[in-house]
């Protein structure tokens, strides 16, 4: 057996099913030991949705997305989707294939130092040489899925692959729990809600992580307090719960400040600051921080970091008994009314708000929605309803355009029982339509709604409050769009019956659709940041 066959058992081994890349000559030894495992190689058009399809699968699963790619620029291609991983905390391996070992350290073709590039957006980048192929994998695998997890990156030199295997695989060790700090946690917790008269609870993407959520929920009952989500935590708790408030940070944030606001006690649940920062919602509020990290904040704010085990403090937290409160539920009620009719502003076009109605309407409550980055992110994050964990899927802390398609396809594989759509902007589309040609191969039945304004919306709306002229952010004329790309058939929508019929039409193809619904850019201008 040589190293590339031992990588490939290494990762069927640990449960990895796909590896995402684009080959290239070092690559190729590690495609072939692939081809005989039970470990799929799937060719993305580009290095940068292989990274993205890696975190997402990393994400969903728990298991590390792999991804792989060559040197040069395939590596600083990769580096943009393993950006996703290292900010979004999924867990991720990164292989780069590389020239010979003895030329290394020389300037020849297309080669740099790998090790440079990714040491910022890693957790760890490895060099893999004859003798130590076995141990860095096992070191990869613990690294990458300790708290907070993360990609990894593997230097693979195409001698190396092609050499033979050496030591064992021993399995990657369980990966340390945080200290359990949940008896101090909970009586901080207490003497908090005992002196506050509006506590408001805030999760965030460390809360996706926690072995026990629904006990965070049996809290909330109990002490009868709101919460609201960031983008990544949307569904762990039911957004059709009474007791939801909003997502912070996007679309009418206005509104959803203003029920912040009320608070005079904020109790932040697993929350990464990398998703929002407290600066940008938080008053003078004094704020709980309970989570496996010390929070990254302004010393001027009123944070006390409560940092352990999680699942551990939310147990001890589910156990305390009820503390009054100044909160009337008549409040949420009239606050979740306005928030829902601020944020479907009247419109005699097709507005975004309509295609969001529409397909969650179409959609089964298990339904998947994966969606891109620009102006459409804020409006799909605040009006999307969701009560699953991982069904809206999106970048936050990366927040890379060209994220969305990738993911949907991503998401399709891990879960192809389920019903999954993804929403894409024009500008978004354009990135990566060509990744439509792995939808059609794998034959996944995924239809991608792109929304046609034909701008940059959120950079558009960015212009405005600055007070710009508009420079930069047209995309040109939108016209009719062709019969398919890359074999996907395609449709259009300009009213909301067509859009209707479309969804339909696309839900029951069998295979990759796009939608192409041609929206009104105008509406984002009241919605985005108001």
Not at 184 to 200: C, I, K, N, W
Request: with cysteine.
């Amino acid at each position: 057996m040589n190293n590339a066959e031992l990588i490939a058992r290494r990762l069927e081994s640990a449960g990895v099913r796909w590896v995402f890349g684009v080959p290239s000559g070092p690559v190729l030894p590690l495609i072939e030991a692939l081809r005989t495992s039970d470990v799929d190689y799937v060719l993305t058009a580009s290095e940068t949705s292989a990274g993205f399809m890696a975190t997402t699968v990393g994400q969903l699963t728990g298991t590390p997305g792999v991804c792989v790619a060559t040197l040069g620029p395939g590596a600083t291609n990769l580096a943009t989707g393993v950006g996703a991983a290292w900010l979004d905390r999924a867990p991720v391996l990164a292989l780069t294939c590389n020239v010979p070992t003895s030329w290394l350290d020389r300037r020849v073709q297309m080669r740099i130092d790998h090790h440079a590039l990714f040491a910022p957006i890693a957790k760890a980048s490895l060099p893999l040489r004859t003798s130590n192929v076995a141990s860095q994998l096992d070191r990869a695998f613990q690294v990458a899925g300790a708290e907070p997890p993360g990609p990894v990156h593997l230097d693979l030199p195409e001698d190396v692959a092609l050499a033979p295997a050496l030591g064992n695989l021993a399995g990657a060790e369980e990966p340390e729990r945080p200290l359990d700090t949940s008896r101090a946690t909970a009586t901080a917790v207490l003497r908090a809600l005992g002196q506050a008269q509006r506590t408001l609870v805030a999760v965030g993407l460390g809360f996706t992580r926690a072995p026990n959520r629904s006990r965070l929920l049996d809290f909330l009952d109990r002490q009868r307090i709101p919460f609201v989500t960031t983008m990544h935590a949307k569904g762990f708790l039911p957004e059709s719960h009474p007791a939801w408030a909003g997502t912070l940070g996007r679309a009418r944030r206005s509104t959803v400040q203003d029920f912040v606001r009320r608070a005079d006690l904020v109790i932040a649940v697993g929350f990464d600051p990398v998703e929002i920062n407290y600066e940008d919602w938080i008053d003078s509020q004094p704020v709980l921080h309970i989570s496996t990290e010390v929070a990254d904040v302004d010393p001027r704010l009123s944070v006390q970091n409560l940092v352990g085990d999680l699942g551990a403090a939310i147990e001890r937290m589910a156990e305390l008994s009820r503390v009054p409160n100044a909160w009337n539920r008549s409040e949420w009620e009239v606050h979740r009314a306005r928030l829902d009719r601020e944020l479907r502003p009247e419109s005699a076009a097709l507005a975004t708000h309509h295609v969001v109605d529409c397909i969650r309407r179409a959609l089964p409550p298990d339904g998947i929605l994966a969606y891109d980055v620009g102006a459409h992110t804020h409006q799909i994050a605040t009006q999307w309803r969701t009560d699953e964990a991982w069904s809206a899927i999106s970048t936050n802390g990366w927040s890379s355009m060209g994220f969305g398609l990738p993911a949907a396809f991503a998401a399709k594989l891990v879960h192809p029982s389920r019903v999954v759509v993804g929403i894409v902007g024009d500008g978004c589309f354009q990135m990566t339509v060509g990744e439509l040609a792995l939808a059609r191969r794998l034959h996944l039945a995924v239809p991608i709604v792109v929304l046609n304004d034909g701008w940059l919306g959120l950079i558009k709306v960015k212009q405005e409050r600055k007070g710009y002229s508009y420079s930069g952010v047209e995309l040109g004329p939108r016209v009719e769009p062709p019969a398919h790309y890359f074999g996907v058939p395609v449709r259009a929508a300009r009213t909301i019956g067509e859009l209707e019929q479309a969804v339909d039409w696309g839900l029951n193809l069998g295979g990759p659709s796009v939608i192409e619904a041609f929206v009104d850019v105008a509406t984002y201008s009241s919605t985005v940041y108001d």
